[in-house]
């Protein structure tokens, strides 16, 4: 069965500090890992997209890796803002299937 | 460019009415998505258009939902009757096309609450 588990669950960091959020993936056959940022009361949000030969891909303060071996993959934020303040959810996708969504990490950054 | 939309942003109905939500997708995009999250619980997918057909509706969780996508253009999705158990948010998503690289842009939602 296809799965995505996250953790931690929640987090809470103080502003200027980096942060790394996990995802275990069980999708299979991959086709691709994405990581969306999803802010309260609005959709989810894009932040990268990799493929099975892409272990890493920025945006911005935001860096993705991916371990095809080990089926994880990582959010690392470097020097937190206020405004990361969001849930962050891994989606999986096998091949001719469906997005499968993780629970999602929920992020706090305080002043 | 518009966003994808959605409406109403909140609906509280009692268990056994209809309720009808409406998407209209970023103009141009044939592939138009459903997705539901259940408080607690991980965003699901209900279904999959490409313009007006229903490529993938193996999500729908029976047949109190019906889903429709007339023109090709925006997409309705209606429960009927609704039941407590379908309270919960209601997304769309569309994309361009459905390659691995094709990202998909999310609606805000509609927050279903069944009384």
């Known amino acids: 069965k296809n799965q995505v588990e996250q953790s931690p669950q929640s987090l809470i960091i103080l502003e200027g500090k980096n942060c790394t959020l996990q995802c275990n993936y069980t999708v299979s056959p991959f086709s691709n890992l994405r990581w969306y940022k999803q802010d309260t009361g609005r959709g989810p949000v894009s932040l990268t997209i990799m493929t099975f030969s892409e272990n890493t891909k920025s945006n911005g303060r935001y860096t993705a890796t991916l371990d095809a071996d080990t089926k994880q993959s990582s959010l690392h934020i470097t020097a937190s803002q206020l405004s990361d303040s969001a849930s962050y959810i891994c989606v999986g996708r096998a091949y001719g299937q469906n997005f499968v969504f993780g629970p999602g990490t929920r992020l706090s950054v305080l002043p | 460019e518009a966003g994808v939309t959605q409406f109403p942003s909140h609906s509280v109905i009692e268990k056994g009415q209809t309720v009808t939500l409406r998407c209209d997708p970023i103009s141009g995009h044939d592939n138009l998505y459903w997705y539901r999250r259940v408080m607690g619980k991980e965003i699901k997918f209900l279904l999959h258009f490409v313009k007006e057909s229903k490529q993938d509706e193996s999500g729908m969780p029976n047949n109190r939902f019906l889903a429709e996508r007339t023109g090709g253009t925006y997409s309705t999705l209606k429960v009927q009757p609704a039941e407590l158990e379908d309270s919960g948010v209601y997304f769309c998503?569309?994309?361009?096309?459905?390659?691995?690289?094709?990202?998909?842009?999310f609606g805000p939602g509609t927050r279903l609450t069944v009384l």
């Open positions: 998503a569309s994309s361009a096309g459905t390659s691995r690289y094709n990202e998909q842009f």
